[in-house]
């Protein structure tokens, strides 16, 4: 359930990027029922009528069906005189008042996930510039779809399981790996209390110390975990998104509060007072 409520902020978002970009009056779209070939209609902005408001939309079915179908952007110029779809949703989009609609899919690892539509209520072409900045919307929520995969997919990781560990150097290697992804993942979180709940489990895999002897700034933190994995200063800046100078001036920050002189130094400071694992 809060993964779907986080998906439709994302879609609420998309939308009002896509009016916005646009000047179309009419944007609506939903996320791809789990375990069901069929979208459900949850955002609308711009609408008269509650008529689309979670309506079903069967894959290969009206347009937005034949967008999830062919898994491209569709569009039609009329849509209740078009031929190239079929009928099933007439009622509702004649209730709304919609002629011009285009419909435009969330692809993820090759997979639909949703749908964003545009809509007219007169009939004329919607054009290029409609049509691209539909797919760039659509673009932004495959994004935020993907991070909150990846994020979700490392909080599973995180948690601990029952199990006899041969190699308990490998393993506590693959903690220290899970913690520098969770580190760089936080920030692209736009969701706080999933950024919160990231940053929760980054200090469960972390060992805990009476009295930390320093106190690191989060950048500072995200630079030093990345270093302790053995990246370098040009990869750590490109896994945060930083520049090469930026992560030097964090990672010398780091090391004057920890008192250290090296890099490797300011590992083994940062591991002794349980500020990394």
């Not at 779907?4 to 029922?33: K, Q, S």
């Not at 569709?74 to 709304?96: R, W």
């Not at 919609?98 to 054009?127: E, F, T």
């Not at 409609?130 to 659509?138: E, I």
Request: glycine share 10%; proline share 6%; hydrophobic share 50%.
């Amino acid at each position: 359930m809060a993964a779907e409520v986080a998906g439709a902020v994302e879609i609420r978002g998309a939308l009002a990027r896509l009016r916005r970009a646009t000047g179309l009056p009419i944007a609506f779209g939903g996320l791809v029922e789990a375990g069901r070939p069929r979208v459900r209609i949850s955002e609308l902005s711009g609408t008269n009528t509650a008529a689309l408001r979670s309506l079903a939309v069967t894959s290969g079915n009206g347009l937005g069906g034949r967008a999830v179908a062919l898994a491209r952007p569709c569009a039609v110029v009329d849509y209740s005189a078009s031929q190239q779809i079929s009928h099933e949703y007439d009622v509702p989009v004649a209730a709304e008042g919609i002629r011009s609609v285009l419909a435009v899919p969330v692809v993820v690892r090759r997979r639909v996930r949703g749908v964003l539509y545009g809509a007219l209520r007169s009939a004329q072409p919607l054009g290029d510039r409609t049509l691209g900045a539909a797919v760039a919307a659509a673009r932004d929520v495959e994004q935020a779809l993907i991070v909150r995969d990846e994020a979700r997919g490392l909080l599973t990781a995180a948690r601990p399981e029952p199990a006899v560990v041969p190699d308990a150097g490998a393993a506590w290697e693959q903690v220290r790996e899970a913690h520098a992804a969770l580190r760089a993942l936080a920030p692209r979180i736009a969701d706080p209390e999933l950024r919160a709940e990231l940053l929760t489990a980054c200090g469960l895999l972390t060992a805990p110390a009476p009295e930390a002897e320093a106190v690191l700034a989060p950048r500072e933190l995200d630079v030093l975990t990345w270093v302790a994995a053995g990246a370098t200063n040009a990869a750590v800046a490109e896994r945060l998104g930083l520049r090469p100078e930026t992560v030097k001036g964090y990672l010398r920050s780091a090391m004057r509060k920890l008192g250290a002189h090296t890099r490797g130094e300011a590992v083994s400071a940062a591991r002794r007072t349980g500020l990394l694992p």
